[in-house]
């Protein structure tokens, strides 16, 4: 069975900080790797994913992620937040079993970022 | 492109009630999600669809939910009778079929149950 765990349920950081949010999977199998963002009162959307290849990847606002089959690890980090990146993120695995993907998702890190 | 719709966004409703969902996915997505998602936790995937087909309902309370794709498009999600632990919001996502493709999420419809 897979598992993933959000080491942070809370990150509080001041403005144009450094951030990184831990993430953390279990699997038996090759897995997919996502980070998704929900700003308040809305869905969920795709910050970043990991399928293959190079092992650092990056968002369009700045975020990067690496993935560390060694240590399971799929971190999230931003070399300067922005008082807008104040939202939930989540951590999410998937493999890919019997013709279809099973996203299991971890319990989230609320980002704060304060001026 | 039209992301994916759901509705109501909000329904308030005492227990034992019934209530329903509704979505619709992105056009040509042939894999549809619902996720139950309580205050402070992640997502929790209740149902998935491939087509009109159910794939993957484990994790759906049978005796109280109940979920249908018609025709392969929409769907709906049904609560009957409602408890309190049922207080959440229910998202609905959509995708193409293959390994590791990126599910699109709804609003989602939050549900209070007094």
């Known amino acids: 069975a897979q598992s993933v765990t959000q080491l942070d349920s809370q990150v509080p950081v001041f403005e144009e900080a450094p951030v990184e949010l831990r993430c953390n999977y279990s699997s038996s199998v090759s897995v997919y790797l996502f980070w998704y963002v929900q700003y308040p009162n809305q869905g969920l959307q795709l910050l970043l994913k990991y399928l293959s290849g190079s092992t650092l990847v990056e968002s369009i606002n700045g975020f990067e992620a690496e993935f560390n089959k060694s240590q399971t690890s799929f971190h999230l980090r931003k070399p300067s937040v922005h008082i807008s990146d104040t939202a939930e993120y989540f951590c999410a695995v998937t493999s890919f079993s019997g013709g279809y993907n099973k996203l299991i998702f971890g319990a989230g890190t609320r980002l704060a970022v304060h001026p | 492109e039209a992301g994916v719709a759901q509705s109501p966004r909000y329904k308030i409703i005492e227990k034992r009630q019934s209530v329903a969902f509704w979505c619709n996915p992105i056009?040509?997505?042939?894999?549809l999600y619902w996720y139950q998602q309580i205050l402070g936790q992640g997502p929790k995937l209740l149902i998935q669809f491939q087509n009109n087909g159910v794939v993957d309902d484990s994790q759906l309370p049978k005796d109280r939910f109940s979920a249908e794709r018609l025709k392969g498009v929409d769907s709906t999600l049904k609560i009957q009778p409602a408890k309190l632990e049922d207080s959440a919001v229910y998202l609905c996502?959509?995708?193409?079929?293959?390994?590791?493709?990126?599910?699109?999420f709804g609003p989602g419809t939050r549900l209070l149950v007094l």
């Open positions: 996502a959509s995708s193409s079929t293959g390994r590791g493709e990126t599910q699109y």
């Open positions: 056009s040509g997505h042939a894999t």
